[in-house]
């Protein structure tokens, strides 16, 4: 069965959608992802978009799903790379995206996903941590 | 109204949608639609080929590229011998669905295409037309 695949990168999960999506294959991605999350504890997911053509009803749905999904299990979702006339489309269709977050390419994305999952500060908290100790010695 | 081109496809399986949406996106490049109305007629498409998949099993599909009063468009029917729509005015509001989806399939498939028109009777079957103009209205 075709699959669209997932990548783990650090603490996130990065899939590139770069073939036309049918109904069954944007179920299989939202299946596979959230049990990748639940499996890696990933604590973002982020869907590059930027090769689709078409985004109907149903695949708004399914982004919308994983979105609350992944909340659901602690991971921030955001896609990027929308075309401008799929963007338009999806707005007259009656379809807004609600909670899901969106960035203009992967490089953002990645970006508002340090941002929203707090990783950075955990890190440098953690760092600070050590070096107040070693000063107090 | 003159008939410039015409072909059928039939729809059986989910499968079947990425050609003909492919198929779409030919005729519309054909004459020289721009990318956003081509999003749109494609969008439209896809929305209405997952209705005939889902209530009908599937169905067929007539392609056309026409031309009236010097307007040159693409229009596509497409006939199930499904179980009809009961109350149609109830079938086109936003968020009314019978199946558990969203609901905006029929009514936002109107709102993306220039010309929408839809017949059906209980028990034998839905005819839906849509027209795309080549420059959207």
Do not use: C
């Not at chain 2, 721009?34 to 896809?46: D, E, R």
């Not at chain 2, 929305?47 to 099993?57: D, Q």
């Not at chain 2, 936003?94 to 936002?108: A, H, K, M, V």
């Amino acid at each position: 069965m075709e699959r669209i695949p997932i990548l783990k990168m650090g603490p996130f999960l990065l899939v590139t959608i770069q073939v036309d999506l049918y109904d069954r294959l944007a179920l299989n991605l939202e299946n596979d992802l959230i049990n990748m999350v639940s499996k890696t504890g990933a604590r973002g997911v982020l869907i590059d978009i930027s090769a689709v053509n078409i985004v109907d009803s149903f695949m708004g749905r399914i982004l919308g799903n994983i979105a609350s999904m992944s909340r659901i299990m602690d991971a921030e979702t955001v896609v990027v790379g929308m075309q401008p006339a799929v963007a338009i489309t999806l707005v007259e269709l009656g379809l807004t995206l609600q909670g899901v977050h969106t960035a203009l390419n992967v490089e953002k994305g990645m970006e508002l996903l340090y941002d929203k999952t707090d990783i950075l500060t955990e890190q440098a908290e953690e760092d600070n941590d050590g070096e107040t100790d070693d000063h107090d010695d | 109204m003159i008939t410039m081109t015409k072909d059928t496809m039939q729809i059986v399986r989910e499968q079947d949608v990425v050609p003909f949406r492919n198929r779409v996106r030919e005729l519309s490049t054909k004459i020289g639609m721009s990318l956003v109305n081509q999003t749109k007629l494609i969008t439209a498409a896809s929305e209405l080929v997952r209705n005939m998949l889902k209530y009908a099993n599937g169905g067929k599909i007539i392609l056309e590229i026409i031309s009236k009063n010097g307007q040159t468009g693409v229009r596509l029917t497409f006939v199930d011998e499904g179980p009809g729509i009961e109350n149609i005015p109830q079938a086109m509001q936003d968020g009314f669905s019978t199946g558990r989806s969203l609901g905006l399939g029929l009514p936002g498939a109107k709102r993306l295409v220039n010309e929408f028109d839809i017949k059906s009777k209980v028990g034998s079957g839905t005819t839906v037309t849509v027209t795309h103009w080549k420059n959207g209205r």
